[in-house]
């Protein structure tokens, strides 16, 4: 079972920064087992992809984050970063990080439903 916590949320000014961490608890935990990703959920919308990182390195994004935003892991410490940068207002929402198992198959790191494990979220709140 694979437990996931997030941290360094906040309120932030519009163009600020911010990094999101993720830390994962679990007996063994490899990045070559796990895909890694990171939701966001607004008030009053649904959940939406923000970024992932497949189990071989490769980073997927959304087109609103592209240029902002970097996920990165750091795999000897069972960590998942967000590296936030030009923060905008519409980036408020709570963060959410999500890990896939191997029988997520082909399913698209975009998609919620290919992740089976959630942390309880933390919350980011960029002022203009």
């Known amino acids: 079972q694979l437990q996931l916590a997030e941290s360094g949320g906040g309120l932030v000014q519009a163009v600020g920064s911010l990094r999101l961490s993720c830390a994962a608890s679990a007996r063994t935990f490899s990045s070559y087992a796990y895909a890694m990703g990171w939701f966001r959920q607004a008030p009053g919308k649904e959940r939406e992809f923000v970024a992932a990182i497949s189990w071989s390195g490769s980073t997927y994004y959304t087109d609103s984050v592209k240029g902002r935003f970097t996920i990165s892991i750091d795999n000897p410490n069972k960590m998942v970063y967000l590296q936030m940068n030009s923060l905008k207002a519409e980036d408020t929402g709570a963060y959410y990080c999500?890990?896939?198992?191997?029988?997520?198959?082909?399913?698209?790191?975009?998609?919620?439903?290919?992740?089976?494990?959630w942390g309880q979220g933390t919350q980011v709140t960029v002022s203009s």
């Open positions: 999500a890990a896939d198992s191997p029988t997520s198959g082909s399913t698209s790191y975009y998609l919620a439903r290919r992740y089976h494990y």
